[in-house]
């Protein structure tokens, strides 16, 4: 479940060029996404900057939506983190609060994104022959309404593939998934980490198949399914 914490280490490498030194940052980071239900209007994301060097975040809060079945960011103030600005100490953690301001009345989850983008030092680094990245991490905060709503969806041929739709008011999420053709054999598809309510995503198939019967296992985040679907 999503509102369950997560303890994840994020490692960003720098890139590696030919005969060129690279170097690693880690920061903690518990969890690695947020849940409001109807009541809660305050939560907490922990990070530890297990690194040697001090690091200094922006944090941003966007609306997730959908534009023409399109994930797009859009400024709000519906969210807000604090501080918006900080800076982390090495071997030392920092809290950051997200307060929701805004109660969802509508029939489905609301989602946004809180953006951390590291703030360059400006110093530059001693040794010439090393390049360093910045850390850009967003994660998803998920707002619930005050009802309950439904988990509904659908899949319908298309002539190039399968059409899969978030036809209901949660997000959902695939950790495996597959069709298998008219003749028994069984073909991976990539799952999809986050689908919208109301969006479609199209999976494509090699020309000549005829998928039959499609193979999922899908969350809710209340609950995971592992379900045949006949197509």
């Known amino acids: 479940m999503l509102n369950k914490l997560l303890k994840t280490s994020l490692i960003l490498f720098s890139v590696f060029l030919a005969g060129l030194p690279s170097i690693c940052s880690a920061l903690e980071i518990s969890p690695t996404s947020l849940t409001f239900n109807g009541s809660s209007q305050l939560q907490t994301i922990h990070l530890y900057n297990e690194s040697n060097k001090a690091v200094t975040f922006q944090a941003t809060a966007y609306l997730w939506s959908l534009d023409n079945n399109k994930k797009v960011l859009k400024s709000t103030e519906d969210l807000f983190p604090s501080p918006s600005i900080f800076t982390i100490p090495p071997q030392k953690s920092q809290d950051l609060r997200v307060g929701l301001f805004k109660k969802n009345q509508s029939n489905k989850v609301t989602t946004y994104r809180i953006k951390l983008e590291e703030i360059s030092s400006g110093k530059a680094n001693s040794r010439n022959d090393t390049i360093s990245i910045l850390y850009n991490i967003t994660l998803p905060v998920f707002a619930k309404p005050i009802k ?22 949660n997000v959902l999420s695939f950790s495996a998934l597959s069709y298998s053709d008219s003749k028994g054999k069984k073909h991976s598809l990539t799952p999809i980490r986050y ?10 198939i090699s020309k000549g198949l005829h998928a039959v019967t499609i193979s999922q296992t899908l969350s809710d985040f209340s609950s995971t399914k592992h379900s045949q679907v006949k197509l």
């Not at 689908?195 to 494509?204: I, Y």
């Open 195 to 204: 689908v919208l309510p109301g969006e479609s995503n199209t999976f494509k």
């Open 148 to 169: 309950p709503v439904k988990t509904s969806w659908s899949w319908k041929k298309v002539n190039d593939g399968l059409v899969f739709t978030n036809t209901g008011g």
